[in-house]
């Protein structure tokens, strides 16, 4: 009796007609997610400006026309200064037991252009070894937690909400706009701090740890700025029913209140490292948070109880989410 003949496996970029293979295949691979995650995710890619000469949406592998792996794509051109740095954000990276040897394959693929700068803001803890051998480097050890609302006031500091106040976005480049905007749709907190004549940009992706409300600094220019400015952002946020703050740092940070925990990590690979404060057009902006919780732990999203009295600016839903210990 002859040996079966070979299964022929490929890997090619995924496009609008696969995406409901993709989204089973994601949500077979990587239960207790909302229901809604994956198929969020591929309208948002649909939707976002990817830079031209790049994939959509990723990468699959595919055996006898079905998809038998997947790893998502998030590229962005992001201004610095003068200059337009294309970076991606790899997400839901996931093979089908039977054809985990040809994981490599997807990896590399992945991994293509070298001139881009490749983030993983969620890697599974089992596979930081994996990203180490193709290398990944970590920019972010962990995240703190802070009452943003008892640090220092900032003299004539005024923070608008720039959905309900057009005139917030006044002095602000077009891309900071474009960007405020873009993520307010995602269904984040985009808001402008006006002091001394200056307006400086911000945007928060809000999250509930048990009973209390967390806002997640995804977009600042600088960490210096949130600091410096953290005051009347906590009271902002703290008077809308958001009392603590999140943010990714390497430690305890001068000058604010709050408790540092090392788990989470982030990694990068190319040419420029991510900045703390900076995770505009990642899954988390984009999609909500899949996990920041244990492994299985579902992420109901609901409107927040706050949004009844907190405005415009907080009608997006909150995540339940439990923190690593």
């Known amino acids: 009796m002859g040996l079966p003949p070979p299964q022929r496996i490929r890997c090619r970029e995924i496009g609008e007609s696969d995406t409901d293979g993709i989204i089973a295949l994601l949500e077979r691979g990587l239960p207790g997610r909302d229901p809604h995650y994956f198929r969020r995710a591929l309208e948002r890619l649909s939707q976002h400006p990817t830079p031209s000469g790049f994939s959509k949406y990723g990468y699959l592998l595919e055996s006898a026309g079905a998809p038998v792996g997947v790893i998502l794509r998030i590229h962005s051109a992001i201004h610095v200064n003068a200059d337009v740095r294309i970076r991606c954000n790899l997400s839901s990276w996931y093979v089908e037991p039977a054809f985990r040897s040809y994981a490599a394959m997807l990896a590399a693929q992945a991994l293509k252009p070298r001139h881009v700068t490749y983030f993983n803001i969620s890697p599974a803890p089992h596979t930081l070894p994996i990203l180490e051998a193709q290398g990944y480097m970590p920019y972010s050890s962990g995240r703190l937690v802070a009452v943003a ?30 960007l405020l905007l873009a993520h307010a749709r995602y269904g984040c907190v985009s808001l402008v701090c006006n002091s001394a004549g200056q307006r400086h940009p911000f945007i928060f992706r809000l999250l509930r740890l048990g009973l209390v409300s967390v806002a997640y600094l995804v ?107």
Do not use: W
């Open 149 to 178: 609302a008892l640090s220092a006031q900032s003299c004539g500091a005024r923070v608008q909400a720039v959905e309900s106040e057009p005139g917030a976005r006044d002095g602000l480049s077009p891309s900071e706009i474009e």
């Open 219 to 325: 977009y600042c220019r600088a960490l210096e700025d949130f600091v410096r400015f953290a005051g009347p952002l906590g009271r902002f946020l703290a008077l809308r029913g958001c009392p603590l703050v999140m943010l990714d740092s390497n430690g305890p940070i001068r000058g604010l209140i709050g408790r540092y925990s090392g788990s989470s990590p982030k990694y990068f690979k190319g040419p420029h490292p991510p900045r703390l404060g900076d995770l505009a057009y990642s899954e988390l902006a984009m999609f909500g948070y899949r996990e920041l919780g244990r492994t299985g732990t579902p992420l109901r999203v609901r409107p927040s109880s706050g949004a009844r009295h907190a405005g415009h600016i907080f009608s997006a839903p909150y995540e339940d989410v439990k923190l690593k210990r």
